[in-house]
């Protein structure tokens, strides 16, 4: 295994003994990625220049003896999520120039913990989409089969981590989109608590189920992200009050009468044999450590993704419309009168940001603001009821993360509806604001990784990474990189 395909706390001790500098460490990080980038287009912007020179300023530090977390870690962020002086696009031809002048909060707290950002990474266009084939710039490539894609929207983000072309990143997860791409690339991707880490700089899609989460090698590093990023923010008015916790020191393995539910309604839709084997192999191990494992029921859970595709479309029509050339966003200068300008300039979004503008705008409009709007808000209220109740018997639930592992380029791209099915498993999550993270769980025959979720109560986090930390050393699975042949392009 690559230097730069080892777990942060791994490179975290290499760092602070002196076995390894930062420098090193940043170049290796770099070397891949000439390497394997060009086949798999995980970047959109890379920040060589900076990296280097935070570098240089972290090997002092340790030579100090400096023993934060990530001091001389590389990171990667994902395009949505704002950065100071470094081009933050959305995947969108809108953003194509947008630099911003401030870092998000979770950004912010990276780099005060010594981390070191590498780049920004691809998406689908504002985060919609579960394949990264909406981005505006490239497709992102799966690295276990470059044939198939790395997932959604978080594609970028989870094929850097995959291929060793970033030591962790920042995703983004409104409906699945940290969680679906960690399970199709074999990682690790937690979806927090809504409002356990700022959205202040967060370019918004759906603001009520918008999260920013960590993808990482294994559970470990997902707990010392979390602990870094997590926090109240004034910034961010939904931001809870909640202090971060050590979620690292709270990775005991003892989950020893634990009780771990299986949402009957849910898993009766799983119809891959592979995914329904992962999702009950993992019940076993559990159980194994003695946990225990009972069937609990979710009654509206099989509308939660109708629900989130109706709410997330009216938020995403508002969120967007300030992106129209005159408050915000690119602006295309080629055109008669103001309203051709507007036409124009908001032509430049793709094919799905249309599609959800329109969708969202009907929604919101007339007698469909009754017969849509407000029924998918009092379906989200009974969805978060199910979950509370459930979540009130057990300690933690378990739901495989997609219904598939990585599907073919091209697939689904032109076929919204089945592209949608990819978040039956992840949006309860989002729309209920509960913690959920995914872990690999499995391979297919043909040698694909499976995630699976485990969801927790709000602000629990601690029990949810302590179960998938569990799962972890409890499993006779190695972990395994995907095998990339480097240096030629397809
Ligand atoms: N796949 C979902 C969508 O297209 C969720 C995306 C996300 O979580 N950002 O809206």
């Known amino acids: 295994m690559q230097l730069t395909e080892k777990p942060i706390h791994y490179l975290r001790e290499l760092l602070h003994s002196g076995e390894i500098t930062a420098k090193q460490l940043v170049t290796s990080v770099f070397e891949r990625i000439d390497e394997v980038d060009a086949q798999v287009g995980a970047y959109i912007t890379l920040n060589k220049e900076e990296a280097f020179k935070a570098a240089e300023r972290a090997d002092e530090m340790l030579k100090q003896g400096d023993a934060r977390d990530l001091l001389g870690i590389p990171i990667a962020v994902k395009d949505n999520i704002s950065t100071k002086g470094l081009r933050t696009t959305c995947a969108s031809k809108v953003l194509e120039n947008y630099v911003p ?64 072309a970033a030591c962790g990143a920042l995703g983004s997860d409104t409906g699945g989109s940290v969680r679906q791409p960690a399970a199709f690339c074999g990682i690790v991707g937690l979806k927090p608590t809504y409002g356990l880490v700022s959205r202040y700089g967060l370019i918004p899609a759906a603001p009520s189920m918008d999260h920013i989460g960590p993808m990482t090698h294994d559970v470990r590093d997902a707990a010392i992200l979390l602990q870094t990023i997590a926090g109240p923010d004034g910034q961010d008015p939904t931001s809870g009050r909640m202090q971060p916790e050590n979620y690292e020191a709270a990775l005991t393995e003892d989950i020893k009468s634990l009780v771990v539910g299986m949402p009957a309604e849910l898993i009766e839709e799983v119809e891959d044999a592979e995914v329904k084997e992962a999702l009950f192999g ?86 469909y603001r009754k017969t849509h709007y407000e029924r998918a808000q009092k379906l989200r209220t009974l969805i978060k009821t199910d979950l509370a109740e459930a979540l009130d018997e057990c300690c933690v639930l378990l739901l495989p993360t997609a219904p598939s592992a990585a599907f073919p380029l091209g697939h689904k791209v032109d076929d919204p509806v089945a592209m949608y099915q990819s978040d039956v498993f992840t949006s309860v999550a989002n729309l209920a604001g509960i913690p959920a993270l995914s872990l690999p769980c499995g391979y297919t025959k043909e040698g694909l990784p499976l995630g699976v979720q485990i ?36």
């Open 282 to 367: 993992m019940a076993n191990v559990l159980e194994s450590l003695g946990a225990t494992v009972r069937k609990v029921s979710l009654p509206h859970s099989k509308f939660a993704v109708a629900c989130f595709y109706l709410l997330a479309a009216c938020e995403v029509s508002s969120s967007l419309a300030s992106l129209d050339g005159v408050r915000l966003g690119s602006r295309v200068f080629e055109a008669e009168d103001t309203v051709t300008m507007f036409s124009k300039t908001r032509g430049l979004m793709g094919k799905e940001a249309k599609r959800r503008i329109l969708v969202g705008t009907a929604a919101l409009s007339g007698q």
């Open 101 to 164: 002048a401030f870092d998000a909060t979770a950004v912010a707290k990276l780099k005060e913990a010594g981390a070191i950002i590498i780049g920004k990474t691809n998406l689908d266009e504002f985060g919609l989409g579960s394949s990264t084939e909406n981005s505006m710039y490239k497709a992102t490539r799966n690295p276990w089969d470059l044939s198939r894609v790395p997932g959604g929207s978080s594609g970028g983000s989870a094929a850097a981590v995959a291929a060793g």
């Open 455 to 490: 969801l927790g109560r709000p602000f629990d986090e601690v029990s949810v990474l302590k179960v998938g930390h569990a799962f972890e050393q409890g499993c006779s699975m190695a972990a395994r990189r995907p095998k990339l042949e480097v240096g030629t392009s397809d």
